[in-house]
Nanobody, 123 residues
Framework: QVQLVESGGGLVQAGGSLRLSCVAS????????MGWFRQAPGKEREFVSA????????WHADSVKGRFTISRDNAKNTVYLQMNSLKPEDTAVYYC????????????????WGQGTQVTVSS
């Protein structure tokens, strides 16, 4: 069973940047489509970004497009979420997720989830 461990969350002022990392414990990382989700208190989980196994096909939700960038390094079994121009409404617990699939997985149907990392953006 693949395990995912996120890191990189923290407290940042509005307008600042953070980079989240998610390391996967698998030797076949490139076969997994990866996604980033977030959940703010009292709100439903939101799909933020996704990337194909090869890393050539990224996707971002409209709410973060132009500010967040998803990428991956298959040699390091790691997917990243670079977050720039952060806003207070970006405050949430951020989760990475994996699914054994080709291409993008643009749904909530991921098989493996990390434990989450807290991102707090102060105004």
């Amino acid at each position: 069973q693949v395990q995912l461990v996120e890191s990189g969350g923290g407290l940042v002022q509005a307008g600042g940047s953070l980079r989240l990392s998610c390391v996967a414990s698998t030797r076949t990382f490139s076969r997994y489509a990866m996604g980033w989700f977030r959940q703010a208190p009292g709100k439903e989980r939101e799909f933020v970004s996704a990337i194909s196994g090869s890393g050539t096909i990224p996707w971002h939700a409209d709410s973060v497009k132009g500010r967040f960038t998803i990428s991956r390094d298959n040699a390091k079994n790691t997917v990243y979420l670079q977050m720039n121009s952060l806003k207070p409404e970006d405050t949430a617990v951020y989760y990475c997720a994996a699914r054994l699939a080709e291409g993008l997985v643009l749904s909530y149907q991921y098989d493996v989830w990390g434990q989450g990392t807290q991102v707090t953006v102060s105004s």
